[in-house]
């Protein structure tokens, strides 16, 4: 299986640091899923607290 | 047969309910994504012209699709509200919003982060590009709308009305890379062409989509919790929850 997946075209990296240069475009790729994984975390976060304070006001 | 839809069409008896399935779309969400992630970073190729860059396609793609999809849904549950003058459907379109413009916003983050390397520009005034903003600021109007008329039910009725107006946008994103000569490119995906993209690209894109797709089913749901709180904090079911949760 493992096998298959690398014949299939799977990526080695071979370091961190190529994996977070990301062949010269890091700045774009992790602009993008940085920001993207910021909002999501923001938007569970205001849920929560949303429903801390709906809970609250009927208390 | 089975299950009585209509004993869930009442915030009491949805809102048990809306929680578990919260929890179940949020734990597919993140098994999804995590699979999706390894099949965008670790086995789809790098792109013969793009390199790496193309790899935003991998939240890009999913989140417009998941914008346009939303502000359906969010119409639909709209236009049953003013139809048939029930309470859930404005309480699930209020609760679609947000997470509706927040994924449009991803998609004009990334589009942005993705044109900049690929078209030499972070912003373009093209019809794809212009009809999203547009989306986006349909969803805000909606939220502004409704933040300012006090009366829930009233603002209900308002924001359906905006709501099923502006879904005339949504065929207007989708096909304007046909209608119109666009610096974004056209669809790679289709239900009547086989893609233009190598299999594992297309796999991490279709399961990250699957991954957005539960976690907005998880965000909507919790978020139609509160509002159900909020609305119907007098209520008995409301003052039991309040109770049980402190």
Redesign the interface.
């Known amino acids: 299986m493992g096998d298959a997946l690398r014949e299939g075209g799977g990526v080695n990296w071979g370091s961190l640091g190529n994996f977070l240069a990301m062949g010269g475009y890091g700045l774009y790729v992790w602009g993008s899923y940085l920001v993207t994984l910021a909002l999501i975390v923001a938007e569970v976060v205001l849920l929560a607290k949303r429903r801390r304070n709906a809970v609250g006001r009927i208390r | 047969m089975g299950i009585n839809w209509f004993k869930y069409s009442s915030p009491q008896t949805f809102f048990p309910l809306a929680g578990r399935l919260a929890f179940v779309f949020g734990a597919l969400a993140l098994a999804a994504c995590a699979a999706g992630l390894y099949l965008g ?6 792109d013969a012209q793009q ?3 193309y ?2 396609i991998f ?2 793609v999913p ?1 417009a699709w998941m914008s346009m999809f939303l502000y359906v849904v969010m119409a639909f549950w709209a236009g049953v509200g003013l139809a048939f003058n029930t309470r859930l459907s404005g309480m699930m379109a209020s609760a679609i919003a ?2 509706g413009a ?1 994924f449009t ?2 998609a004009l ?2 589009g942005s ?2 044109g ?2 690929t078209w030499g520009t972070w912003w373009v005034w093209d019809a794809r590009l212009t009809s999203e903003l547009i989306l986006l600021f349909l969803y805000l109007g909606f939220m502004a709308l409704q933040a300012a008329i006090d009366d829930p039910r009233r603002a209900d009725r308002a924001g359906a009305l905006l709501a099923l107006v502006g879904v005339v946008n949504v065929p207007i994103i989708y096909f304007s890379v046909q209608w119109w000569n666009t610096l974004h490119q056209g669809a790679s995906v289709s239900l009547t062409k086989s893609p233009t993209m ?1 299999t ?1 690209m297309v796999a991490g894109m279709l399961v990250m989509t699957f991954g957005f797709w539960f ?1 907005g089913i998880a ?1 909507v749901l ?2 139609a ?2 509002i159900m ?2 609305r119907e ?1 007098g209520s008995e079911w ?2 039991h ?3 049980a ?2």
């Open positions: 970073f670790f086995v789809a190729p790098t390199g790496e860059s790899r935003i939240i890009h989140a947000p997470t927040l916003f991803i983050w990334t982060f993705w900049k390397p190598a594992t976690y965000a919790l978020r919790r509160c709180l909020e904090r409301a003052m929850y309040a109770r949760a402190a």
